[in-house]
């Protein structure tokens, strides 16, 4: 697993760094540091910040690289992001208010449109990840999420909640609508979301992470928000997809863009799967490594 861990030297900054290193060293990641700033007087002050990191990394046996630049910092992470191949990239979201349309920095919402590898997004102070709120569509898009979700749950021996909101039907057919929505019957339904549901469940134990799924029905977001408010989550995993037109950037949808703009944990935001947009080989690798130690009877699970 290869993360791109960026820091321009802010404090947003600086708790990216502190979570994406305690990732890092949960899923024994190879690790690129990367200083940025726009103050070219800045570089080495910021580079010596980020050296205690990699020395730490250095003691507990985990590969780190550093990498001191000055310049725009999206150009500089897009830049570097596309010059090797990284399985998640962890930045900073400072927040800049409470009105209007964007409360995050407009830096997040065009670090997360403008590069190919999952992004993680640290709001707040936040050291460790034990719950994780893995939103999926219900579709074959979001396995790519789901695989990368394994990988840190796993790590840091995270539960995951597998949450799929259903569209609310008329009122005059509530009544029945809410027999139908069972967890038990979804799961063992023939139906797409029913297989959907119950591969990425088998994905995530298979890596030894305990899953619950849970369903509503409702407005998304609303829904969404009620679930995070209700749970104690540390991590939240939503989506995006590429654009189809000639810019290929990606696509945040209203759901996602409300994540990032709302939400008081850190959120991942994986792209969807596809047959340009695979699990990368790094990942791929970790994946089938943990799996064979699981076939072959290991435990995978961390004692808490």
């Not at 994406?20 to 103050?39: F, N, S």
């Not at 994946?287 to 076939?295: A, E, H």
Request: aromatic residues 4%; hydrophobic residues 40%; proline residues 2%.
């Amino acid at each position: 697993m290869k993360l791109l861990i960026c820091s321009d030297g802010s404090e947003a900054a600086a708790r990216a760094v502190r979570l994406g290193a305690a990732v890092a060293e949960a899923c024994r990641a190879e690790v690129t540091l990367l200083a940025i700033t726009e103050m070219s007087a800045e570089v080495e002050q910021i580079g010596e910040m980020l050296q205690g990191t990699q020395r730490l990394f250095a003691e507990r046996k985990i590969p780190a690289r550093l990498i001191t630049r000055d310049g725009d910092p999206i150009h500089e992470i897009i830049q570097e992001s596309e010059s090797g191949t990284f399985d998640l990239v962890v930045v900073g979201a400072a927040e800049k208010g409470s009105r209007g349309r964007f409360w995050r920095s407009s830096k997040t919402y065009k670090i997360i449109k403008s590069i190919r590898p999952p992004v993680l997004a640290v709001m707040g102070e936040l050291t460790t990840i034990k719950q994780i709120l893995l939103c999926t569509g219900g579709k074959k898009y979001i396995d790519n999420a789901v695989a990368l979700t394994g990988c840190i749950a796993h790590g840091m021996g995270a539960r995951v909640t597998l949450f799929h909101v259903l569209a609310a039907p008329p009122a005059i057919y509530q009544r029945l609508y809410e027999q139908e929505v069972d967890v038990e019957a979804v799961l063992n339904s023939r139906s797409e979301l029913g297989r959907n549901l119950r591969e990425q469940k088998a994905t995530l134990e298979g890596l030894g992470v305990r899953v619950e799924v849970k369903l509503r029905k409702g407005l998304v977001l609303d829904e969404i928000f009620r679930e995070i408010n209700a749970g104690n989550y540390d991590l939240l995993v939503s989506g995006s997809s590429l654009s189809r037109g000639r810019l290929q950037t990606y696509v945040l949808g209203e759901v996602t863009r409300e994540i990032v703009n709302r939400a008081r944990c850190a959120v991942l935001v994986a792209r969807a799967a596809g047959k340009s947009e695979t699990v990368t080989a790094s990942l791929r690798a970790w994946l089938d490594r943990v799996t064979r130690r699981g076939v072959r009877g290991e435990k995978v699970v961390r004692e808490e």
